[in-house]
């Protein structure tokens, strides 16, 4: 079956514009969640979605936005973009309601200039 | 708050020897997971460990659980330079939220 689909799967943006960043999950997986992989700070848990209600959120601004469609497909979007942003990141889908295991998509590459 | 650390962060082994990565844990939790990853490439999901004494192995690869040490252990057998890779161990933080420790980075030489 198909796997975790992200798009697009490399960004170059400026300081200052908003991205948004589409996670489509494995068929019939339901929970979709986010992270960002830097050098400095490794993965870091953004948020997680389950039936389009955001059940956990990390420690992020508020710059960092999600959400999820009734077909489970999962957008997240990041705002006035700061050099920061700058990482890997990484759409991960599960079956739900907790606690199964994840299946990482491919990612998508922010370089913010 | 969880926090999940690994060691040793950098790894570099000969060919045909064995070692172990060690993941510790500061808070209770049921289930550990182990993933591989290329450089700049995805996550591979490898183990999922769900209870205390659980011990999975596939290949030259075996992970287990001690819940109550609040440790997982991935041992390499007779490492092969295919294994070249960084491994994360994660653990559950709720709700489908994982807790990534900061990744070990194997390097396999011959």
């Known amino acids: 079956k198909a796997g975790v689909t992200q798009t697009p799967r490399y960004l170059i943006k400026t300081r200052g514009q908003q991205v948004t960043l589409s996670c489509s999950p494995i068929s019939g997986h339901r929970s979709v969640s986010w992270y960002q992989q830097t050098p400095g700070q490794g993965l870091q848990f953004l948020f997680e979605y389950f039936s389009e209600t955001q059940r956990n959120k990390g420690n992020f601004p508020g710059r960092f936005s999600g959400r999820q469609f009734s077909n489970s497909r999962s957008e997240m979007n990041v705002s006035t973009l700061e050099l920061g942003d700058s990482a890997l990141y990484l759409c991960?889908?599960?079956?739900?309601?907790?606690?199964?295991?994840?299946?990482f998509g491919q990612g998508t590459r922010l370089t913010v200039v | 708050e969880l926090k999940v650390e690994q060691n040793p962060l950098f790894l570099s082994m000969q060919e045909g020897k064995n070692y172990t990565i060690y993941c510790n844990y500061s808070t209770t939790s049921d289930r550990l997971y182990w993933y591989r990853q290329d450089p700049g490439k995805s996550l591979e999901s490898l183990f999922v460990?769900?209870?205390?004494?659980a011990v999975k192995q596939e290949g030259r690869l075996m992970a287990s659980l001690d819940t109550k040490a609040r440790l997982s252990t991935l041992h390499i057998t007779a490492a092969v330079h295919d294994l070249s890779a960084t491994y994360f161990c994660a653990v559950d933080g709720g709700t489908d939220k994982l807790i990534f420790g900061t990744g070990t980075r194997l390097q396999v030489f011959p």
């Open positions: 991960a889908s599960s079956s739900g309601p907790s606690n199964t295991e994840a299946f």
């Open positions: 460990l769900l209870s205390n004494g």
